[in-house]
């Protein structure tokens, strides 16, 4: 929604409808596909969200609570199994999640959000959404985004220790998109455009057994 598009009454007078999330999602149902690595459904919620902040001058308070929501669904086992569990009445999910986001402290701009996201029965997608919310802001400011998927939660000193490798190989300007999967064991998978790092323990074990099998 940019700010040409408010409505011009029968007197001349332009008259701005006041944004929600609702209609900023059902608004960029395109403009989403055309940030790479931001299109499809979590992209367009992304780009609504982002577009809605940039409108209410809360863009500065979003982007930090987007990532904080993100990192808390990546810590809590049993918060990601209520987002997950299709089988719950979406009103139970509903009002859980909000009770969550609420008692975080969330803005109620990232509780409207959610509720959205809740409402349109989309809550499984959540931690795609706001992963590619950071990818949308990183491209908005020209940033490139290095996806990187760890065992566990990574710790500031980890954080700091990528980026730091990161600008070595030339990444100066770089937003880590971060993803949790348990399934990778141990180490890092990171992704920075077309090049690919897997230095995960289970890409490991995969190599190895194809290894013992060659030597077989």
């Known amino acids: 929604m ?14 701005r409808k006041q944004p929600t999330v609702a209609t900023a999602v059902t608004s960029t149902r395109s403009a989403a596909q055309s ?18 902040a940039t409108e209410k001058l809360k863009l500065d308070e979003v982007l930090p609570q987007a990532d904080a929501f993100a990192r808390l669904i990546d810590e809590s086992a049993p918060f990601r199994a209520v ?20 008692q975080q402290g969330f803005s109620d701009l990232i509780v409207n959000f959610v509720g959205v996201i809740a409402d349109n029965r989309r809550l499984p997608h959540l931690r795609q959404i706001f992963a590619a919310f950071a990818a ?12 990187v998927v760890s065992a566990q939660p990574l710790t500031m000193a980890q954080r700091a220790q990528l980026q730091g490798k990161l600008a070595e190989a030339g990444y100066s300007r770089v937003s880590l998109q971060e993803r949790v999967d348990p399934e990778i064991l141990g180490g890092l998978v990171v992704r ?25």
Not at 2 to 15: F, K, M, N, Q
Not at 35 to 52: D, Q
Not at 136 to 147: K, L, N, P, Q
């Open 35 to 52: 940030l790479v690595g931001t299109g499809g459904l979590a992209g367009r919620y992304a780009t609504a969200l982002y577009e809605l």
């Open 83 to 102: 987002l997950q569990d299709t089988r719950l009445d979406i009103r139970d999910a509903r009002k859980a999640v909000l009770a969550v986001a609420k």
């Open 2 to 15: 940019g700010p040409g598009t408010a409505p011009v009454g029968a007197l001349g007078e332009r008259r």
């Open 136 to 147: 949308v802001a990183s491209a908005r400011r020209g940033e490139i985004t290095a996806e």
């Open 192 to 216: 920075v455009g077309p090049r690919l790092v897997d230095t995960s323990l289970q890409s490991r074990l995969v190599r190895l057994h194809y290894a013992m099998k060659g030597a077989a």
